[in-house]
């Protein structure tokens, strides 16, 4: 894998990573899209490990590990399967724009098993939607706190949906674990603008999806919309 350890990395390609495995600690990571892929839904400028690709992995550890994306940041796109982002030990992964974890436009069991894990006191902050599988299938968030004084904590940025299988997506599971600790682990900040729920779980057409608030772990929703279990899904 490519190891990054100190300094800053600017990436302005979708294709400068290559295939290639990323590990970074102590270090800074800034992607600026303006050479991204096209998505039909999120439009141009996006950024995905494992874009048509499987098994491509990053690593954020610790404090001074930081990704930055100024526009939308996919995990798994189009045909793409087991892919991983990993944010521990007080990382940062922060998006400009919507975070998807498994996406696919041609059927919803192409892009498979890609995982974002965020653990032990990391932050994940975005200004988009997030979705879990949007037309993909058995992809996972898992949101787990240090067992401390560290929370583990999603934000997603205010007039920002959190949706959990959309568009046929089946089998997407997020986790929200506390780790024993009242409020370890935090997802917050979401809101619909447009009334149609702010967390979703099972969204057109998409069914089997699971959500699991466990051991101290919290969920809160802002705005209209509320929470909704299956909008047109089962």
Known sequence: PLTINGGTLSIGNQFALGTNSVVVSNAAVVVNEANGLVSATLGANNFAIGAFVSNQTVQLNGNAAVWTNTSNFEIGLRRAQSNQVTVANGATLASGGSVRVGWDDGGPYRSLFNQLIVTNGSTVWLSGNAVI??????????????????????????????????????????????????????VTNLTSTSGTGAFTLGDSGSGGNTFTLTNGGRLFVDGSGGAVIGYGSS
């Open 133 to 186: 599988g949007d037309g993909a299938s058995t992809n996972t968030m898992i949101l787990v706190g240090g067992g401390g004084a560290t929370t583990s904590l999603w934000n997603n940025g205010g007039a920002n949906r959190f949706t959990i299988g959309n568009n046929g997506g089946s089998g997407n599971r997020v986790v929200v674990d506390g780790n024993g600790v009242n409020a370890g682990a935090v």
